[in-house]
Nanobody
Framework: QVQLVESGGGLVQAGGSLRLSCAAS????????MGWFRQAPGKEREFVAA????????YYADSVKGRFTISRDNAKNTVFLQMNSLKPEDTAVYYC???????????????????WGQGTQVTVSS
């Protein structure tokens, strides 16, 4: 079992930055690939970024590539999402998720993630 708690969301002006954190419980954090997803009002949940269990491989949605950076600290059981050059269309609830590192398939499929946090709201004003 893994419990995930996100933090760091808030209100920011367009062009600004935020850093999201996701703290995981348990001693097997390094057994999981980690991802960030987001869901805007009236829209489906969409993939944002993912990082491998070791931190050595990352994967981004085209919409955030070059602006967002995902990273992790296995010693602190935490995954981060650094968001720069934010746009109003980035406004959403952001969710952290964990996927067993042996799970095969594309990392942007939400159904492949077994554990989810409660989400943190990010609002970007124009």
């Amino acid at each position: 079992q893994v419990q995930l708690v996100e933090s760091g969301g808030g209100l920011v002006q367009a062009g600004g930055s935020l850093r999201l954190s996701c703290a995981a419980s348990g001693r097997t954090f390094s057994s999981y690939n980690m991802g960030w997803f987001r869901q805007a009002p009236g829209k489906e949940r969409e993939f944002v970024a993912a990082v491998s269990w070791s931190g050595g491989t990352t994967y981004y949605a085209d919409s955030v590539k070059g602006r967002f950076t995902i990273s992790r600290d296995n010693a602190k059981n935490t995954v981060f999402l650094q968001m720069n050059s934010l746009k109003p269309e980035d406004t959403a609830v952001y969710y952290c998720a964990a996927r067993n590192k042996y799970t095969m398939g594309s990392w942007d499929y939400a159904y492949q993630y077994s554990y989810w946090g409660q989400g943190t709201q990010v609002t970007v004003s124009s």
